[in-house]
């Protein structure tokens, strides 16, 4: 499909249009104190390795996380430009939304702001996030609550899945000299804030936000593409945003909330947009009580499609959409196809017998591993997709166990399809509290 071309180039022109102003912070003197504890490298990128993982640990005020979030951002991903809202009115509206309703976010906004040498009052930059690959990536997921647990605990499974290219490759142009790769370098971070929930989390882009989220109350929040949705009625302007997008509430709610109702209230209270890629959530407690929230493409309207206790599976299309599996389409050409990956979920969760162990969750995402040629979604050209780590966040140890891509094994010479080779699984446990 030639819509993933489309949405790059969009994202394209956020990142490096002519309202994209490079603000340079090496020389300012920061008077902050750092909420910075660690940033290292925990897996290196050797000879024809894909990723670079890094560990990183705020601890803080909030306003201090920003700013260190901005100089991270800046010093090792080389994100040296802010967006800019169309004009001021828009800016002082932004402000003032976080005022009302996202304090945390507000002071996350201020450090930024003092990071990249800018003044929030009277600024036109847009501080509420920081540009870089501004999607989410396709996935795959299965949630098992504590009732269906063997270990007695919530958990799910994931498998984190994109293109490895290039952005410009992405949309159909030659790669400028010294581009990295999309996903090439994610980070497992730790915030420990002042104020607000402490969050263990990993990040494919953005510092500011997590694919997958879990908070010191064992609260769980993942983000999954929704191509139910569609690219067509996403926001193209992010110079005219307002509100909070969905994956700035995902962070909200990480940030702010201990049970699912809460988290149900800030998504009924808060104006939320997409991103710019069309996403959905899924929202988990520590004793198994679950629901994906998604958005309606006819009428933009929220829907809530709760676990009722039981599994759940979520792939890339609105499961309140299609609410019979036995009636999802059919696409025999591609088995990456988001409706195959979800019957096989289904039919993993319907055969199998007794509880379901840790190693099930990582059986359940090598039904569902992204290692094929070219995805459906993709454009007309050959992009290989790779998943490019799996997860298994647990909720009751407020703990993840993950793995990253490292590179093709081998490549079948008549399917494309790949063999991959995965990092060992790395393992961090989110504590109440850390010293400095």
């Keep these: 499909m030639r819509w993933r071309s489309k949405i790059f180039l969009v994202c394209g022109l956020f990142i490096v249009s002519t309202f994209a102003v490079s603000v340079f912070a090496a020389d300012l003197q920061s008077t902050q104190k750092s909420a910075l504890v660690k940033d290292e490298i925990i897996l290196p990128r050797g000879p024809g390795e894909y990723m670079e993982i890094r560990h990183i640990i705020f601890k803080g005020t909030n306003e201090e996380i920003g700013c260190a979030m901005g100089d991270i951002a800046q010093k090792d991903y080389g994100v040296t430009k802010l967006n800019q809202y169309a004009d001021i009115s828009y800016a002082k509206a932004r402000l003032e939304y976080m005022r009302r309703n996202n304090h945390i976010l507000l002071e996350w906004m201020k450090g930024i702001a003092h990071s990249y040498g800018v003044s929030l009052s009277d600024t036109l930059f847009d501080t509420s996030y920081i540009p870089s690959f501004y999607t989410v990536p396709q996935c795959s997921s299965l949630l098992i609550p504590a009732a269906y647990s063997a270990n007695g605990h919530t958990f799910y499974s994931a498998s984190r899945d994109y293109y490895t290219a290039t952005f410009s490759e992405v949309v159909e142009k030659k790669p400028v000299p010294g581009e990295k790769k999309m996903f090439s370098e994610a980070a497992v971070i730790v915030i420990y ?39 067509t009625r996403t926001p193209k302007d992010l110079s005219r945003a307002t509100g909070l997008s969905m994956s700035q509430a995902m962070v909200l709610i990480a940030n702010t909330c201990a049970t699912l109702d809460e988290a149900r209230q800030v998504l009924l209270i808060n104006k939320i947009s997409m991103p710019p890629m069309p996403m959905h959530m899924q929202v988990s407690d520590k004793t ?126 008549v399917t494309g399809y790949a063999e991959l080779i995965f990092s060992k699984p790395f393992e961090f446990k989110l504590r109440s509290t850390i010293d400095r």
């Design 193 to 231: 804030p002042d104020k607000g929930y402490p969050c263990l989390l990993v990040s494919v882009g953005d510092l500011t936000f997590g694919v997958d989220i879990v908070n010191s109350e064992g609260l769980s929040v993942s983000a999954f593409e929704d191509d139910t949705y569609g690219i």
């Design 288 to 413: 198994g009580r679950a629901f994906i929230y998604e958005m309606s493409p006819d009428d933009f309207s929220g829907h809530f499609v709760y676990n009722n206790g039981k599994p759940q599976a979520i792939t890339n299309h609105g499961v309140y959409a299609y609410p019979d599996p036995n009636k999802i389409p059919v696409n025999e050409k591609d088995p990456y196809d988001t409706f195959n990956r979800y019957r096989r979920l289904i039919g993993f969760i319907d055969s199998h017998k007794g509880k379901f162990s840790v190693a099930d969750g990582w059986k359940a995402m090598d039904l569902v591993v992204g290692a094929v040629p070219e995805a459906s979604e993709a454009t007309h050209l050959k992009i290989p997709l790779r998943t490019f780590y799996q997860i298994v966040l647990d909720n009751e140890e407020r703990s993840i166990q993950v793995k990253f891509y490292i590179k093709d094994k081998s490549i079948d010479p």
